[in-house]
């Protein structure tokens, strides 16, 4: 295995990488949207706004990622919620930024993006049965003793 895959499969890093992601994209909904180019605001591909492909697009890979992170299934599920409650939540501060507003079809939008990425793993991967068939800890991480 190659000195990259090796760094790349330590659990922190993953960890690392996936919180990363959370927290740009946390960051780009609750900014002023003012501070984001108009050119690339206003495009249409497919004729629907940047914006909302993004809010789709965004939630699919952080819920497609969540398999790669050594968690137990109930821990996946947990996770899963918490970004249901992360749409409701980035949705509701928006109310607080200067030129943005919140919206119940983008967080419609970003539960499409969850499904979209539970749909998108689930064939590939042990979703309900927990950590990817390494555990219950997850890959790599050896099984707890069940009480």
């Known amino acids: 295995m190659s000195d990259t895959l090796t760094w790349i499969a330590r659990p922190r890093v993953r960890w690392a990488l996936w919180l990363t992601f959370l927290t ?29 492909i993004l809010h789709v697009t965004c939630y ?56 979209l990425g539970v749909g998108l793993v689930w064939p590939w991967s042990n979703w309900s049965g927990g950590g990817g068939g390494h555990g219950r800890g997850g890959a790599g991480v050896p099984a707890a003793p069940e009480p």
């Open 24 to 52: 740009a994209w946390t960051t780009a909904l609750i900014l002023p949207g003012y501070l984001f180019p108009p050119k690339l605001v206003s495009q249409k591909p497919f004729n629907v706004p940047l914006g909302k």
């Open 60 to 115: 699919a890979l952080l819920v497609a990622t969540i398999p790669g992170l050594p968690l137990s299934r109930r821990g996946r599920w947990w996770l899963l919620a918490g970004l249901s409650l992360h749409c409701f939540a980035t949705e509701f501060l928006q109310n607080f930024v200067p030129s943005r507003g919140p919206s119940l079809f983008d967080v419609g939008l970003d539960h499409a993006g969850l499904a």
